[in-house]
């Protein structure tokens, strides 16, 4: 089965820095990528996601990047703000959702 | 679109009882439902893939006969907690394929045994 490995585990950044965050997978018959985030709780949310056959995508200040040889995508989120603090989780499917561990993103003013 | 509406948010039993949790999709059919646990600051963890009509698939340390899992129709499935003990205490999440591309999810039952 797909095994996704997420880095940092807890991630800290001054307001108006970048935050990066890196996922690798296993299973070359993943698809799509997409990025959550949660708040305590509640459901996660879509922030962004990527299919396999890009291999970048921006939102405003959110973007990801895949690289399909290497079995990795990462999160980046730049102009970082106060709301951005949250738990990130990225995810890959092989017709069925696999997690990351997760990243607490701390985001100090 | 694509809403799954999940109840109940928390409950709370006592230890050797059971819990049903459903999950109904309000505006599209799911074919297929997965179940997720969450435990305190961890990752979502697949239990089960449910298919309408036919027996769910259980993830590798997952008990089929305590987590009872039922996807009779193209808009509900449900999972029932037997016996639970207090560590089964736990936030267990459903979620659908929405088209060919992306998942929608409930919103999330808070269990806890006492």
């Known amino acids: ?109 | 679109g694509a809403v799954v509406s999940q109840h109940p948010s928390w409950v709370i039993c006592k230890s050797g009882t059971s819990v049903k949790i459903e999950c109904r999709s309000l505006d599209f059919q799911a074919t297929t439902m997965f179940w997720y646990r969450q435990f305190p600051k961890q990752s979502l963890m697949l239990m089960a893939t449910s298919n309408e009509g036919s027996k769910a698939t259980y993830e590798q340390g997952v008990e089929k006969d305590k987590f009872l899992i039922n996807h009779a129709s193209l808009t509900l499935s449900t999972l029932t907690v037997t016996s639970a003990h207090p560590e089964d205490s736990s936030f267990y999440i459903c979620s659908a394929r929405v088209g060919t591309y992306g998942y929608t999810f409930g919103s999330g039952t808070r269990l806890t045994v006492v």
């Open chain 1, 1 to 109: 089965g797909e095994n996704v490995e997420q880095h940092p585990s807890t991630l800290s950044v001054q307001e108006g820095d970048s935050a990066v965050i890196k996922c690798t997978y296993s299973d070359s018959a993943s698809n799509y990528f997409p990025w959550y985030k949660q708040e305590l709780g509640k459901r996660p949310q879509l922030i962004i996601d990527i299919r396999s056959n890009v291999g970048e995508k921006k939102d405003q200040r959110i973007a990801v990047t895949l690289n399909k040889t290497a079995k990795h995508f990462s999160l980046h989120i730049t102009e970082t703000q106060p709301e951005d603090s949250a738990v990130y989780f990225c995810a890959a499917d092989d017709y069925k959702l696999s997690f990351g561990a997760g990243t607490t993103v701390t985001v100090r003013a």
